[in-house]
């Protein structure tokens, strides 16, 4: 059983940058390819961002390519996504999931964390 705990999200301005964080407990953290989800009010959740268990792989959907890096440190157990050019319509609660393939925590996540809210102000 793995427990994930986002933190890092608030309120800022459109361009600014912000760095959510995931941390990790409860299991092996480097055996699972993380990724970030996020939900806009009245709207269904969507993929944000994924990584491989080693970090060699990364995928991105396309509203945050080259704007979002995530990152992982395995020592520390935990999953990063650095968004940067932020846009009002990033606001949104943002989620961090474990799965076992980059395909796998696209679709169908073993694990959630609880969401961090990030709000950006135009």
């Known amino acids: 059983q793995v427990q994930l705990v986002e933190s890092g999200g608030g309120l800022v301005q459109a361009g600014d940058s912000l760095r959510v964080t995931c941390a990790a407990s409860?299991?092996?953290?480097?055996?699972?390819?993380m990724g970030w989800f996020r939900q806009a009010p009245g709207k269904e959740r969507e993929f944000v961002a994924a990584?491989?268990?080693?970090?060699?792989?990364?995928y991105y959907a396309d509203s945050v390519k080259g704007r979002f890096t995530i990152s992982r440190d395995n020592a520390k157990k935990t999953v990063y996504l650095q968004m940067g050019s932020l846009k009002p319509e990033d606001t949104a609660l943002y989620y961090c999931?474990?799965?076992?393939?980059?395909?796998?925590?696209?679709?169908?996540?073993?694990?959630w964390g609880q969401g961090t809210q990030v709000t950006v102000s135009s």
């Open positions: 990584i491989s268990w080693n970090g060699f792989t990364t």
């Open positions: 999931a474990a799965g076992r393939t980059i395909e796998a925590v696209k679709t169908i996540p073993n694990y």
């Open positions: 409860g299991g092996a953290f480097s055996i699972w390819t």
